[in-house]
Each structure stands twice: as structure tokens, then as C-alpha cells.
């Protein structure tokens, strides 16, 4: 059975930092795509980064230059590094995978984990 199981959130002041991690298990994960996407309350499921089997990485412009993902295949885990956060930033953040080239659109990835709550006070 695929899980993903993201890990690392939770409540960060204005200007903090956090690492969320997912981590995947049931298959190995080395030729996927892997990527991070968020939901605010009432608002659509966004894109936020992508990173290819290949290690190209593919970021929204609201988070370029704040957010990293990074992947360690050893680990089957992909990583979200998120500097300078914004109170604009809560949301719950999803990992997702999938099997093809990089999607920036959440109904092209297959799997998904539960969500890690991410909040940033002002």
C-alpha cells in the first residue's frame, strides 16, 4: 500500500522558517515526480513546488526565492524548506507523487498524503 506521510508543520511567526518532510513508502518513488501543493480555508487546492525524478524543481512565484524542495531518494523523502514565511503561507500543505513528468496541477498527481497544518501569525 502507497503512503505518504508529510510531517513538519505547525505555527511559526511572521519571518520564520520550517521544513516539511514526506516521506513515502510501498513503492519506491526514485522515478516520480514529487511535488507540494496547499489549501487555504475556502480556496482551491494550489501548486507550490515540483521537483522531477531528474532533480529539475519547478516553484509557484509566490514562494520562489523563499521555498526550497529538495529530495533524498535514499529516504524515498521529499522536502519543503520554507524561509521568510507569510501570513499568506497558512495553509494545509500536501504532498503528492506521480508516476510521469512534472504536473504543476493537482489533478494530475496520484498520490497524496494527509496534510501538515502550516500557520504563520503576524
Known amino acids: 500500500q502507497v503512503q505518504l506521510v508529510e510531517s513538519g508543520g505547525g505555527l511559526v511567526q511572521a519571518g520564520g522558517s520550517l521544513r516539511l518532510s514526506c516521506a513515502a513508502s510501498?513503492?519506491?518513488?526514485?522515478?516520480?515526480?514529487r511535488g507540494w501543493f496547499r489549501q487555504a480555508p475556502g480556496k482551491e487546492r494550489d501548486f507550490v513546488a515540483v521537483i522531477s525524478s531528474g532533480g529539475n524543481t519547478v516553484y509557484a512565484d509566490y514562494v520562489k526565492g523563499r521555498f526550497t524542495i529538495s529530495i533524498d531518494n535514499t529516504k524515498n523523502t521529499v522536502y519543503l524548506q520554507m524561509n521568510g514565511l507569510k501570513p499568506e503561507d497558512t495553509a494545509v500543505y500536501y504532498c503528492a507523487a506521480r508516476s510521469l513528468s512534472l504536473d504543476l496541477t493537482a489533478p494530475a498527481y496520484r498520490y497524496w498524503g494527509q496534510g501538515t497544518q502550516v500557520t504563520v501569525s503576524s
Open positions: 510501498g513503492r519506491t518513488f526514485s522515478s516520480y515526480a
